[in-house]
């Protein structure tokens, strides 16, 4: 079994920042940076399906080194691409389980300050805990129930809570 890459989401990250590829961070680092205690082995990103943003992730993609960065969202608009690079594997969801996809998804997320400068889009609480609830594991549930704890943590702590 070939070993995976270490996971290093800062040059994730870092790529499609400086690609400016529009997208909203779902999956587990998503959930961690809202405070959910889980250990990522790598990102998952909802993008916008607009031709323009699909040419940026590619040369993002290029630019992780991803081998045949031809993403090919254009021909199957509801395939889920897994991207593995020497920086760990970005998962590309165009319409995760209970959503509309980056639309929808943008609407509630907030831009995260993570240091090193970056900034990334990341999924609502209450929407990451929509598509936990939407793919309907059996494992997920105590991640689920820690979501929603979160979740109503940051409802009794009001609008001081976010900026």
Do not use: C, W
Not at 34 to 62: H, T, Y
Not at 116 to 130: E, F, I, K, M, Y
């Amino acid at each position: 079994m070939a070993e995976r890459p270490p996971f290093d989401p800062y040059a994730i990250l870092a790529a499609l920042e400086r690609r400016r590829v529009g997208y909203v961070l779902i999956g587990s680092f998503a959930r961690v940076i809202r405070g959910a205690e889980e250990l990522p082995d790598g990102l998952d990103i909802a993008p916008s399906l607009r031709p323009q943003n699909l040419q940026r992730l590619e040369e993002a993609l290029a630019d992780l080194e991803v081998v045949g960065a031809r993403i090919g969202l254009e021909e199957s608009p509801d395939a889920v691409i897994r991207a593995a690079s020497p920086a760990g594997e970005l998962k590309i969801v165009p319409e995760p389980e209970g959503t509309r996809g980056y639309d929808d998804l943008r609407r509630a997320a907030t831009r995260e300050p993570l240091g090193r400068g970056l900034r990334p889009s990341v999924a609502s609480t209450g929407d990451l805990a929509r598509m936990l609830a939407a793919l309907g594991h059996e494992g997920d549930r105590p991640k689920l129930q820690a979501l929603r704890q979160v979740a109503e943590l940051e409802r009794s702590l009001g609008p001081e809570l976010t900026l």
